[in-house]
């Protein structure tokens, strides 16, 4: 796997993975993506959810006859970290630009810096798909919700498709349904903060109208909701809460966007780790959005 890294940040964490293909056909798109990881496991990393996928991909015949040629490049996005228990660090000994205490929404301007930087560079615009696994996935959504936008740092265009694996879009519905395992409010208030408002106002289901999804991304075309009924971490109430959220943006810009529920197998990790299921969902993906762009 041949690959560049660029830095959009002081921080070590504020790098990009990116594989570039050769020869894409004039229409390809550039898929980038965004591991997951509960906002702190340092253990995932944007080069180990890339290079699972990026090998699946190129091992297929069908996947470099039928979908590499529409795809002009993948860039993983690394993001700063909250603390992890398991993960400890000491500030006193560890330099600042290692030092994992991002908070709510320092992911979210990250990701938008890196997209910044990749269509700088690329030039490719809002021509790409934008994948993410887990609360990979809530980034994904976060980044065009039009409260995110609005308080943008960078200038960035959104994605004409977002890939959602596994996905967190209700904090509070993921707490809630899992309320007898307290790891969920841990993490959840160590990436927000205790104060629940913070959640809602973060969570791509609850925010309406203007501030949400359907106010700020008005250039999408498409959203594949993929998930696993093998997946114990993330249950399947957060897919069907997006899915029904996004009618009223499928609905509105009097042009045809579509929203599918796409089915995987395994549990909540094997949706990138072996690279068959995120490459499998890539591959739908691509071929989808060229069907509503044709």
């Not at 887990?134 to 994904?140: D, E, I, M, R, V």
């Not at 160590?190 to 959640?199: C, K, L, M, Q």
């Not at 399947?236 to 045809?256: C, F, H, I, N, P």
């Not at 549990?267 to 068959?276: L, M």
């Amino acid at each position: 796997m041949v690959t560049e890294t660029l830095s959009y940040g002081d921080h070590i964490l504020q790098t990009i993975t990116v594989h570039q293909r050769p020869q894409a056909h004039k229409d390809a798109h550039w898929v980038v993506l965004i591991h997951g990881g509960a906002w702190r496991d340092p253990t995932q990393s944007a080069t180990s959810y890339l290079a699972p996928a990026l090998g699946a991909l190129t091992a297929s015949s069908s996947y470099t006859s039928e979908t590499l040629p529409y795809i002009a490049g993948l860039a993983s996005i690394e993001y700063r970290l909250s603390p992890h228990p398991s993960h400890p660090q000491d500030p006193s000994t560890i330099p600042s630009r290692e030092y994992r205490s991002a908070k709510h929404p320092d992911p979210v301007r990250d990701v938008q810096t890196a997209l910044a930087l990749l269509q700088r560079k690329y030039g490719f615009g809002g021509r790409y798909i934008l994948a993410g696994h887990s609360c990979g996935a809530t980034l994904a959504f976060q980044v065009v919700m039009g409260s995110f936008r609005n308080d943008a740092e960078v200038e960035y265009v959104c994605p004409e498709a977002i890939l959602g694996m596994a996905g967190i879009y209700n904090l509070r519905l993921l707490r809630d349904t899992h309320v007898d395992v307290t790891a969920y409010q841990k993490f959840i208030e160590g990436a927000f903060g205790s104060d629940e408002a913070v959640w809602d106002a973060a969570s791509p289901v609850v925010v309406e109208g203007a501030e949400g999804v359907r106010g700020g991304w008005r250039s999408g075309r498409l959203a594949v909701l993929a998930h696993s009924e093998g997946d114990s971490l993330v249950d399947v109430a957060q897919r069907d809460a997006m899915s029904e959220s996004l009618a009223s943006w499928a609905d509105d810009g009097g042009r045809t966007r579509w929203v599918h529920r796409l089915p995987i197998n395994g549990e909540h990790d094997e949706a990138w780790e072996k690279g068959d299921e995120l490459a499998s969902s890539i591959a739908f993906t691509v071929a989808k959005l060229h069907t509503v762009d044709s």
